[in-house]
């Protein structure tokens, strides 16, 4: 990809340096480096090309869904999945308990009532596939049918899927965000995050709030990220079949009793991701049975797969969801695995072996 890399002049570098300054001498272009940086920029023409809009990068993912949701007025309605990423959640609800906003959480598969709670809404928020539930809403359906219910702003969380499986955009949203710490990054080192507007107007309005609110990224989080993405291609291909394979694997495991994932048949979702999706990516939840205990148990006897929270990265990673306050409503034994791109016999004899070991 040629985005983000500036003129193919003789002599200059084919990456752009990273620009660590605060300010610049008057009379440029660059005034202040809370408003712009050059490093920035080279990341926002490579996202705002992936995914077809205009991007703005901000400090963390929960900075850029904030800098979104700040867009609507005191009192405003907001229409989001009930197992959304626990970071949209606990920021919606807690402007909700303040009295910012009223939010309305919805089953995000079932398309007639998530519109039928549109009525009077300034937001629709789609999650697809959701975190962690791996469940699939017909993004193009929902845009459609919100934007004829007259709500302005309909926004989409990409995170999982990134811009190379699925395009919001092109379904009919108006802004995608991301989770630049994730898959777009890909190697555990950054926190950032991104939102994409479908125009040049709705984009300003966004790096307005950016600045106001000083959610700026570092030029250093900027560059590492603008590397990463120049192997997502590479690292989502290797992890995704990671993926599946696992996945069908877990499938057929007796300690395991139900798998989530859109690339197998029997998914709810399957079809419809198939629609939508160019591929099923490096996400995998499973429950285990004998509850909660027995899903730690796997989570602490695992040694290739790491034990920790995130997803994304190189490594694979794996979680049992519940034990967080904030999704205490989840399954007990709901383990969340963030695919990487070992040698899948490897992570299939770490994983397996852990399974069979609690038998």
């Known amino acids: ?41 080279a990341l926002e023409e490579v996202l ?17 869904i904030a800098a979104v949701i700040e867009q609507l007025p005191v009192g405003a309605i907001v229409v989001a999945p009930e197992d959304a990423y626990s970071g949209t959640r606990r920021l919606l609800s807690d402007l909700a308990s303040r009295g910012r906003l ?13 519109l039928g709670a549109c009525q009077g809404a300034g937001l629709l928020w789609i999650e697809s596939p959701t975190n962690p539930l791996l469940r699939i809403a017909d993004i193009a ?38 989770s630049v710490t994730k898959l777009l990054s890909g190697h555990s080192d950054v926190i950032l995050g991104a939102a994409i507007g479908r125009d040049e107007g709705l984009a300003q309005a966004l790096a307005q ?13 900027a560059w590492l990220a603008l590397r990463g993405v120049r192997t997502l291609g590479v690292r989502l291909e290797r992890a995704q079949a990671n993926a599946a394979e696992l996945a069908l694997r877990l499938a057929a495991h007796p300690a395991v009793e139900r798998v989530r994932y859109p690339g197998l048949p029997e998914h709810p979702g399957h079809e419809l991701a198939v629609k939508q999706m160019r591929g099923f990516g490096a996400m995998v939840a499973f429950e285990v049975r004998g509850g ?3 899903a730690e148990a796997v989570c602490n006897r695992v040694r290739v797969c790491v034990h920790a929270t995130s997803l994304g990265g190189v490594e694979t990673l794996i979680e049992r969801r519940g034990k967080w306050a904030s999704e205490d409503y989840l399954p007990a ?16 004899a770490d994983l397996g072996g852990a399974l069979t070991a609690l038998g």
């Open 333 to 348: 034994s709901l383990v969340r695995l963030s695919v990487g791109i070992e040698d899948v016999e490897d992570l299939w």
């Open 209 to 221: 709030r950016r600045s106001l609110h000083g959610a700026v990224p570092g030029p250093l989080e």
């Open 102 to 114: 009223v939010v309305r959480f919805v089953d995000p598969t079932d398309t007639a009532r998530t």
């Open 141 to 178: 359906g929902l845009a459609a049918g919100a934007h004829d219910a007259g709500v302005p702003l309909v926004v989409a969380d990409n995170t999982f899927a990134t811009p190379l499986l699925q395009r919001p955009l092109e379904l009919g949203v108006d802004v995608v965000v991301h």
């Open 1 to 41: 990809m040629s985005a983000g890399r500036g003129p193919k002049e003789p002599g200059r570098a084919l990456g752009p340096a990273v620009e660590l300054t605060s300010t610049y001498h008057a009379g440029g272009r660059f005034i202040y480096a809370r408003d712009e940086n050059p490093t920035w920029e």
């Open 48 to 64: 705002g090309a992936l995914e077809g809009g205009k991007a703005v990068t901000f400090a963390s993912g929960l900075a850029a």
């Open 292 to 294: 909660s205990e027995m």
